[in-house]
């Protein structure tokens, strides 16, 4: 079993839609969350962490439940420029090194 | 610098040949990760280095793969032998130390032929 599962895409929606990713991850000593963004052919960039108590950005949400080692990220009211792939991220232990999901790809269309 | 700088952007080499990829993390960075994404897939961990010493370099797949950064700035990945598999595309990221967010370089495209 992979460490970090994303739903598999690609996610193809109209703007104005609302779009949720899901995420799972296999170990329970995994202490910090996060959503990367990446563009293609570009590098991730950090969408935002992922708290327990759930977080929002703007049109961004994201939720962590530890118990059933889930996190989801919501995005509502899309736009064009919100097309990327989104990577979910868990860190395991203190030492630092992220652990990356394969990806899920969102294509936003007019 | 202002940002996470990598050289070079593209290498092309010929299989067997040797490899170095340049990596300048922010400054004030004690923390920087190398790792390698291949199309269709998620970043994938190599080595992580706190200051000068690697802490973590589980994630290089054989002892071809090498990387060090003396002065605890700059940090070099080195791979000797080059093979087909290893075209990929190298990241480079700094973070001011565990669990912390990071910032990507751009990455190297490195193209084994």
């Known amino acids: 079993r992979k460490e970090v599962e994303q739903d598999p895409g690609p996610f193809n929606v109209p703007e104005g839609a609302t779009v949720a990713f899901n995420c799972t991850y296999s170990?329970?000593?995994?202490?910090?969350f996060f959503w990367y963004r990446q563009d293609c052919r570009k590098e991730p960039k950090l969408l935002m962490s992922?708290?327990?108590s759930g977080n929002e950005d703007g049109r961004f949400t994201a939720q962590l439940n530890r118990a059933s080692q889930y996190i989801s990220l919501l995005i509502r009211d899309s736009k064009l420029s919100d097309s990327a792939t989104y990577l979910c991220?868990?860190?395991?232990?203190?030492?630092?090194?992220?652990?990356f999901g394969k990806g899920t790809k969102l294509s936003v269309k007019p | 610098g202002a940002g996470v700088s990598q050289t070079p952007s593209n290498k092309v080499t010929e299989k067997g040949k040797y490899v170095e990829l340049r990596c300048d993390p922010i400054?004030?960075?004690?923390?920087l990760y190398w790792y390698r994404q291949s199309l269709g897939q998620g970043p994938e961990f190599l080595i992580y280095?706190?200051?000068?010493?690697?802490?973590?370099d589980s994630g290089l797949p054989n002892d071809r793969f090498f990387a060090v950064r003396p002065e605890g700035s700059v940090s070099t990945l080195k791979i000797q032998r080059t093979e087909r598999g290893d075209s990929a595309v190298y990241l480079c990221?700094?973070?001011?130390?565990?669990?912390?967010?990071?910032?990507f370089g751009s990455g190297t495209r490195l193209t084994v032929v």
């Open positions: 990221a700094s973070s001011l130390g565990p669990n912390q967010g990071y910032t």
């Open positions: 170990n329970s000593a995994s202490q910090s």
């Open positions: 992922v708290y327990s």
């Open positions: 991220v868990v860190n395991i232990g203190s030492q630092g090194n992220l652990i």
């Open positions: 400054s004030g960075h004690t923390a």
């Open positions: 280095f706190q200051g000068t010493g690697a802490a973590d």
